[in-house]
T-cell receptor, first 111, second 111 residues
Framework: DTGVSQDPRHKITKRGQNVTFRCDPISEHNRLYWYRQTLGQGPEFLTYFQNEAQLEKSRLLSDRFSAERPKGSFSTLEIQRTEQGDSAMYLC?????????FGPGTRLTVT | DAKTTQPPSMDCAEGRAANLPCNHSTISGNEYVYWYRQIHSQGPQYIIHGLKNNETNEMASLIITEDRKSSTLILPHATLRDTAVYYCIVRVAWGNEKLTFGTGTRLTIIP
């Protein structure tokens, strides 16, 4: 399967711990996006990369959040000092045209 | 991006055509109408997009009114696997990379 993959699919962590998620985009896609989705809401944009450059960050991306795409291929999203409000589905998408293709998401639960 | 309005929920009988409306009365001339859907516990899936002409692909048809203030997504022969939340999004095709999701329409296909 050559779709977008995300790892892990589920993560349970205690408040205050750091977590890191990985996204592997479709191989020929130069754009990569992170979104967050809470229960009953549509996904909300967090940040966007073109190749290795992070071109846009939402105000939702507080100082505790950092995203990287070091070689323009896979990306990581790290959340430091997690809070219960960080509990959500974290979605990654990639594109080479105007359509974005999403991965299955990582569901984070902060206890 | 222009705002969209969708009904919160709809039902459709299996085998029938499902017609999902979307209002986007403030759409600009260079903005496209995109449709995505999200099946439970999965990432959003691109369906179709269009500017002003009607569009059809293997998944669905998109009918955009002449004034472009509204559109309808048509699933011609709905199956149980089409049960999902459907999102109508208006955006320029290039230069505004993020997708702005609303709360969508929850479509339930009835056996």
């Amino acid at each position: 399967d050559t779709g977008v993959s995300q790892d892990p699919r589920h993560k349970i962590t205690k408040r205050g711990q750091n977590v890191t998620f990985r996204c592997d985009p479709i191989s020929e896609h130069n754009r990569l996006y992170w979104y967050r989705q809470t229960l009953g809401q549509g996904p909300e944009f967090l940040t966007y990369f073109q190749n290795e450059a992070q071109l846009e960050k939402s105000r939702l991306l507080s100082d505790r959040f950092s995203a990287e795409r070091p070689k323009g291929s896979f990306s990581t999203l790290e959340i430091q000092r997690t809070e219960q409000g960080d509990s959500a589905m974290y979605l990654c998408a990639s594109s080479s045209t105007s359509e974005q293709y999403f991965g299955p998401g990582t569901r984070l639960t902060v206890t | 991006d222009a705002k969209t309005t969708q009904p919160p929920s709809m039902d459709c009988a299996e085998g029938r055509a499902a017609n999902l409306p979307c209002n986007h009365s403030t759409i600009s001339g260079n903005e496209y109408v995109y449709w995505y859907r999200q099946i439970h516990s999965q990432g959003p899936q691109y369906i179709i997009h269009g500017l002003k002409n009607n569009e059809t692909n293997e998944m669905a048809s998109l009918i955009i009114t002449e004034d472009r203030k509204s559109s309808t997504l048509i699933l011609p022969h709905a199956t149980l696997r089409d049960t999902a939340v459907y999102y109508c999004i208006v955006r320029v095709a290039w230069g505004n990379e993020k997708l702005t999701f609303g709360t969508g329409t929850r479509l339930t296909i009835i056996p």
